[in-house]
């Protein structure tokens, strides 16, 4: 039986998250910033949701491949460390091309968008990287590992890259700093400074970009973020905005050949008669992070709701089903499909509310309607009334809540600094 370690490990992450932003309170350090923080849990939370197939995506390339295994390699101490060994190699060449290659890039940018560098930035993640990274993995099973193992080795070397996503620690003792990744390694990797741009792709161990000459120590302040800023607190545009890119540049490009590269080349190609290579600028000290007023009171709302949302992620990670499972009936995947939908349209409005969209208003009174509803689902259980009657209970003093909130004249409301 394989066990879900990110999922047993989310607890972790946000007492973590609270600690960072505790010690930075303390020593008057910002490291976060709520909407910057709501919209990388959002990303987690929306790659979770999607994960629950995806993973069954990787494991079925896991399963195919063993079946045409060259060898049967046996359970040892010894199969572990060489599995972690080239798991983290299949990692590095992933993660090295997805920042090479324009299509890999539209599904791995999503991890870099933050303008802040925290250890909530390593929960933004794309929803559809899997989809990519899977294929990496395949030398794997075809070699003989099991595809059991190569999935929890996987889920350790990605649970391995959390610690790294602060500033908090600074430089290690230089034998941990020459060997493994480390905050002051994978800070260089988030940089948009030129000379930081595509380095230190590594995840747990730093060797392979010593091997291969992508290895850049950190010496200049970082400066985080991409180069063309998202200026946007909506998840789903975030997972979209540069396939809009690059497709708008495929679309104007007069030859076949070059609307094919566009997908194939690096990040900032383009056929000459569109400007041609454009390279990451000089770092402007000028410029302001993205950054949207939200009061007090909405504030405070943003963060009760939010708590709700992981609730109910919670519930999805440990009870979703997805539709191909086995020994799954009609009512358990309509209730899946309903939360799945439920969860995306709360981080979505929740990415509304923060850029105060006239559209806001609407989206979160649907789903707070939707929440409602939810008990509806359980009602054929034993426990399904009192699900009704809470959700329904929960979700009439919500709009109460939320119609006073609106109702406030914005200049009369303060602006909350977290």
Not at 87 to 98: A, G, I
Not at 272 to 277: F, K, N, S, T, V
Request: aromatic share 18%.
């Amino acid at each position: 039986m394989k066990i879900d370690f990110i999922a047993l490990s989310i607890p972790f992450f946000f007492l973590f998250i609270f600690l960072e932003l505790f010690y930075g309170n303390i020593k008057k350090e910002k490291y976060y910033r709520l909407n910057d923080t709501l919209t990388n849990l959002s990303c987690g939370i929306g790659q979770t949701v999607l994960g629950l197939w995806l993973k069954f995506y990787f494991l079925f390339l896991m399963v195919f491949f063993y079946q045409y295994r060259l060898f049967t390699i046996p359970n040892t101490w010894y199969t572990w460390i060489l599995l972690f060994l080239g798991v983290d190699f299949c990692y590095y060449w992933f993660h090295r091309l997805s920042h090479e290659i324009n299509a890999i890039w539209a599904t791995h940018v999503v991890h870099h968008q933050s303008e802040e560098y925290n250890l909530s930035v390593a929960l933004r993640q794309s929803w559809f990287q899997t989809l990519f990274s899977s294929s990496f993995y395949i030398p794997l099973p075809f070699l003989g590992f099991d595809p059991v193992m190569i999935a929890s080795i996987v889920a350790i070397n990605t649970l391995y890259q959390f610690w790294i996503h602060t500033k908090v620690i600074k430089k290690l003792p230089r034998p941990i700093e020459f060997i493994f990744n480390t905050p002051s390694h994978h800070r260089v990797h988030h940089g948009t400074n030129p000379k930081y741009i595509d380095r230190n792709h590594a995840g747990s161990l730093i060797i392979w970009d010593r091997m291969f000459g992508t290895f850049q120590a950190e010496e200049e302040e970082v400066v985080y973020g991409i180069t063309t800023p998202l200026k946007s607190w909506s998840p789903i545009w975030a997972n979209l905005h540069y396939w809009r890119d690059i497709t708008k540049i495929s679309f104007l490009s007069k030859k076949a050949s070059d609307k094919v590269l566009t997908f194939v080349n690096q990040p900032g190609w383009q056929p000459e008669h569109l400007g041609g290579q454009q390279y990451a600028p000089e770092v402007d000290k000028s410029y302001q992070k993205y950054d949207t007023p939200v009061s007090r009171p909405m504030s405070i709302y943003l963060i009760i709701q939010y708590v709700f949302i992981v609730g109910v992620t919670s519930y999805f990670m440990f009870f979703g089903k997805p539709i191909m499972a086995d020994g799954v009936d009609q009512m358990t995947v309509i209730r899946t499909i309903y939360i799945a939908g439920f969860i995306i349209l709360s981080i979505t409005s929740i990415g509304f509310l923060l850029e105060s969209k006239k559209i806001s208003k609407y989206v979160e009174y649907l789903r707070i309607l939707c929440f409602g509803a939810m008990g509806a689902l359980f009602l054929q259980e034993s426990y399904g009334l009192y699900a009704f009657l809470i959700t329904s209970i929960i979700s009439l003093a919500t709009i109460i809540h939320f119609s006073i909130l609106v109702s406030k004249p914005t200049t009369d409301l303060q602006k909350i600094e977290t």
